[in-house]
């Protein structure tokens, strides 16, 4: 089945910096790739996603770029601020169309 | 408000005692979905539902059971909690059958197995 791993486990930055978390995916046939990101102790909430058929998609300040070939997708945050703190996951649909399988999660802090 | 809300939110129990944790949604949504969460692990999904009494098993089922009665509720059933299944559990919902449209996540209900 699909398997989805994410790095980096804790990324720590100064406010004003970027931020990239990336994860691989082992099922080719996977075409849905969000983000979410979970703030402390709320459940998790989507920011951005990504389909097979696009390569990037920018929102704001998040961008996530798709290589199919690689198997790997990466999120992108820039000019961080402090309320970008939490905990963010990568997913990837299963074959079956009918789960997310998550990564294990990202802690990102960012300090002023 | 559309939002997923779980119930409750905190809950300590004892070994072998049955829990039901609710989930409700507002949204009309036909898919909804258990999660666990654990520190290292991610979030695992326990079970799934399409739509009303269709229900299938996801990674981590064992020791669970849910039903689904009616399209906005989907309770998690724990007939008898062992320590392992301390945990962080979401339940989540979304429009479309498939798994590749947006799921809505509730608050979390934190569970305590001693």
């Known amino acids: 089945g699909e398997n989805v791993e994410q790095h980096p486990s804790t990324l720590s930055v100064q406010e004003g910096d970027s931020a990239v978390i990336k994860c691989t995916y082992s099922d080719s046939a996977s075409n849905y790739f969000p983000w979410y990101k979970q703030e402390l102790g709320k459940g998790p909430q989507l920011i951005i996603d990504i389909r097979s058929n696009v390569g990037e998609k920018k929102d704001q300040r998040i961008a996530v770029t798709l290589n199919k070939t690689a198997k790997h997708f990466s999120l992108h945050i820039t000019e961080t601020q402090p309320e970008d703190s939490a905990v963010y996951f990568c997913a990837a649909v299963n074959q079956a169309g009918t789960a997310l399988i998550f990564g294990k999660g990202t802690t990102l802090s960012v300090s002023s | 408000e559309a939002q997923v809300t779980q119930n409750p939110r905190y809950l300590i129990t004892v070994t072998g005692k049955k829990l039901t944790v609710t989930c409700s949604q507002n949204?009309?949504?036909?898919?909804m979905s258990w999660y666990r969460q654990d520190p290292g692990l991610g979030l695992r999904q326990i079970y799934y539902s399409m739509n009303v009494e269709v229900t299938d098993k996801g990674d981590v089922p064992e020791g669970y059971k849910v039903s689904r009665k009616e399209k906005r509720n989907f309770p998690l059933i724990l007939e008898s909690p062992s320590p392992n299944q301390t945990s962080l559990y979401f339940c989540?919902?979304?429009?479309?059958?498939?798994?590749?449209?947006?799921?809505?996540f509730g608050p979390g209900t934190r569970l305590t197995v001693l």
């Open positions: 949204m009309n949504h036909e898919y």
């Open positions: 989540a919902s979304s429009y479309l059958v498939q798994g590749d449209n947006e799921q809505f």
